[in-house]
T-cell receptor, first 112, second 113 residues
């Protein structure tokens, strides 16, 4: 059973526009959420995180929104740049299990 | 700092062979973990360690063994390789726990024939 789901395998946006990547989760015990970015032939790198006590966290062009009632989070990238083209993984942690659970990933392509 | 290093980068095995994937970090991190990435599945946790001498199972531990004799090293052993273990394997480390930023290695691409 996939506890963290990224239902869009891919997304294509124009340079300068907003990219919105979505993630849904099923486990109400998750209390910390993260986004990782992955380029081909490299390991994932941490991008941004949010605690379940918040509903928004910003870091430069990247903003993560958390809607706990809907068990949904999203990553906004504004403005999108060609260098943002990568696979983006949503991940969640349950404090009582100590395990990091990843979604399937969404491939973002930003066109010049 | 080299960060998290993994060897080998690529490996082809025959069914039934055994091998060890190496992982090392030079950041004095306590927490280390192994993931596998399969198409459409994201990354799945195999085993993790919260410190030297302590290991525990993740989501998909069957067919894999780990040990943590030093802070720096966290090898992953495949005892008898199966085609279902064809995957890309990532090692990660963090300073003290799962909520700390995880630093991933570049991965090992394993094919089991």
């Amino acid at each position: 059973d996939q506890q963290v789901k990224q239902n869009s395998p891919s997304l294509s946006v124009q340079e300068g526009r907003i990219s919105i990547l979505n993630c849904d989760y099923t486990n109400s015990m998750f209390d910390y959420f993260l986004w990782y970015k992955k380029y081909p032939a490299e390991g994932p790198t941490f991008l941004i995180s949010i605690s379940s006590i918040k509903d928004k966290n910003e870091d430069g062009r990247f903003t993560v929104f958390l809607n706990k009632s809907a068990k949904h989070l999203s990553l906004h990238i504004v403005p999108s740049q060609p260098g943002d083209s990568a696979v983006y993984f949503c991940a969640a942690i349950s404090g009582n299990t100590g395990k990091l659970i990843f979604g399937q990933g969404t491939t973002l392509q930003v066109k010049p | 700092n080299a960060g998290v290093t993994q060897t080998p980068k690529f490996q082809v095995l025959k069914t039934g062979q055994s091998m060890t994937l190496q992982c090392a970090q030079d950041m004095n991190h306590e927490y280390m973990s192994w993931y596998r990435q399969d198409p459409g599945m994201g990354l799945r946790l195999i085993h993790y360690s919260v410190g030297a001498g302590i290991t525990d199972q993740g989501e998909v531990p069957n067919g894999y063994n780990v040990s943590r004799s030093t802070t720096e090293d966290f090898p992953l052993r495949l005892l008898s390789a199966a085609p279902s273990q064809t995957s890309v394997y990532f090692c990660a480390s963090s300073a003290s726990g799962i909520t700390d930023t995880q630093y991933f290695g570049p991965g090992t691409r394993l094919t089991v024939l």
